[in-house]
């Protein structure tokens, strides 16, 4: 599926951009600015889940992407199919890539080699739902990345990113607490940093899993809008 705007910014009311579908389960295209389920309020109804939903009743929420990250978002189309890919998510056995582009030159090992940071993430009670690194009361947090590419014109890195845990906000978090933050974020970004982007450079470009029911080993891929 070639990259476009249907998901690289928040689509039309009732839209949804949908990969793959059969009896177990839908591979959706989340775009930047769209929330995965419904908010507070009745400006923020309008949700992935909401409008998979008018389309296919059964469609059950498996995991979330942040309003302001695009890509793939996997969605269950019966109870035991969305508890069974749940459990996968929870022992790790979904694997997910992101692509982002973040401020600076990051510099990783030699020959595309992935890096790691390692950096315990806790909720920051006062500010939520900002996240920060706490070595005292954080939960181990662990993301593997790469280099794709340097833009020496903009002094940015393309990178692509493989969370190993799931904590909220990590991949921000992560990227922010090395000074690295990801072009567009409102939330962990400086001032110069969120004016970078009119959204946040952060896409889902990866889903790799066992399909809960044939048992094949299966992946999805969505190329990056930006």
């Not at 389960?25 to 908010?39: D, F, I, R, Y």
């Not at 920051?124 to 690194?133: F, G, H, N, Q, S």
């Amino acid at each position: 599926m070639a990259p476009g705007d249907a998901y690289g910014m928040a689509a039309g009311a009732d839209e949804v951009d949908c990969l793959h579908a059969d009896e177990d389960l839908l591979v959706l295209a989340k775009p930047s600015g769209l929330l995965c389920v419904p908010g507070r309020g009745p400006d923020k109804q309008d949700c992935l889940s909401r409008r998979a939903q008018e389309r296919w009743p059964q469609a059950l929420v498996v995991h979330r992407l942040d309003q302001a990250t695009s890509g793939l978002v996997l969605m269950a189309r019966t109870p035991d199919v969305q508890r069974r890919l749940g459990r996968a998510f929870e022992l790790r056995q979904v694997r997910k890539r992101y692509q982002a582009v973040v401020t600076g030159h990051m510099v990783a090992p030699e020959n595309g080699a992935w890096a790691e940071i390692n950096l315990p993430i806790a909720a920051d009670w006062e500010r939520r739902p900002l996240r920060v690194i706490d070595p005292v009361h954080g939960k181990p947090s662990l993301t593997r990345w790469r280099v794709l590419a340097h833009d020496d014109a903009t002094h940015t890195t393309r990178i692509e990113l493989e969370p190993v845990t799931g904590r909220t906000h990590q991949l921000r978090v992560h990227l922010a607490a090395v000074g690295h933050a990801i072009l567009g974020d409102a939330l962990y970004g400086d001032a110069c940093t969120r004016t970078q982007s009119p959204r946040l450079l952060l896409h889902a470009a990866w889903l790799a899993f066992e399909h809960p029911g044939t048992g094949q080993n299966i992946e999805f891929s969505l190329p990056a809008p930006f």
